[in-house]
């Protein structure tokens, strides 16, 4: 019954690889987002997607690519890891973007450790 | 420069007692603020969202402010419970809905 879940929750991998975190939310919501929480908890917003189209790439390195196969769902793949990579990403979505747009409802987040 | 900057520090309260967390922001024109809470190893969770020609709302014990004058929203938890005890962030959505701005929180402890 989960509104917004996200796998893997943990992620280790070595410096250079590829990695994929997939998302899905069940709301019916229109817009979906990527967050990266780093380790001072700062919670910054990388993308923005709304009915599968790009609303915002927030200076995120061409390394991050996501991809929206459909309104439910976006993942996030991360090319060539580096250290600084490692954070917790949050996914989220919510109903409306502009001027109506409402809270966001966020998954559990994907602890991505890059060793 | 833009800023959203809200207590560094953790809040320590008593239970029972009203606790209040502090939102700043510079340079930036909010169409709306929102209030989450984030338990550890969780995503946050939405609490209450106040539009910019609002001043004040409310929700059961919660209540929070908004002066775009002053460039502050105030967050109030009344009668506080040590189940309140979590990280509460703070969250600007820019005029234009395209983007929300999280500030890095404030870590509340509840002490029975």
């Known amino acids: 019954d989960t509104a917004v879940s996200q796998t893997p929750k943990y992620l280790v991998t070595q410096m250079g690889n590829d990695k994929s975190i997939k998302c899905e939310q069940n709301?019916?919501?229109?817009?979906m987002y990527w967050y990266k929480q780093d380790s001072k908890k700062f919670l910054k917003i990388m993308f923005s997607y709304n009915n599968k189209e790009l609303i915002i790439n927030e200076t995120v390195p061409n390394r991050f690519s996501p991809k929206s196969p459909d309104k439910a769902h976006l993942n996030l793949h991360i090319n060539s890891l580096e250290l600084g990579d490692s954070a917790v990403y949050f996914c989220?979505?919510?109903?409306?973007?502009?001027?109506?747009?409402?809270?966001?409802?966020f998954g559990q987040g994907t602890r991505l450790t890059v060793v | 420069s833009q800023k959203i900057e809200q207590n560094s520090e953790a809040l320590n309260i008593q239970e029972g007692k009203t606790a209040t967390l502090t939102c700043n922001y510079t340079?930036?024109?909010?169409?709306?603020l929102q209030w989450y809470r984030q338990d550890p190893g969780r995503g946050p969770v939405f609490l209450l969202l106040?539009?910019?020609?609002?001043k004040e709302k409310r929700k059961e014990r919660l209540k929070v402010t908004f002066d775009t004058t002053l460039k502050q929203s105030l967050f109030h938890i009344t009668a506080s419970q040590p189940a309140d005890s979590a990280t509460y962030l703070c969250a600007l959505t820019l005029t234009g809905g395209f983007k929300t701005i999280f500030g890095a929180g404030t870590r509340l402890f509840v002490k029975a």
């Open positions: 340079n930036y024109s909010p169409a709306y």
């Open positions: 989220a979505s919510s109903q409306e973007y502009g001027q109506g747009a409402t809270e966001a409802f």
């Open positions: 106040i539009r910019e020609n609002e």
């Open positions: 709301l019916g919501h229109d817009t």
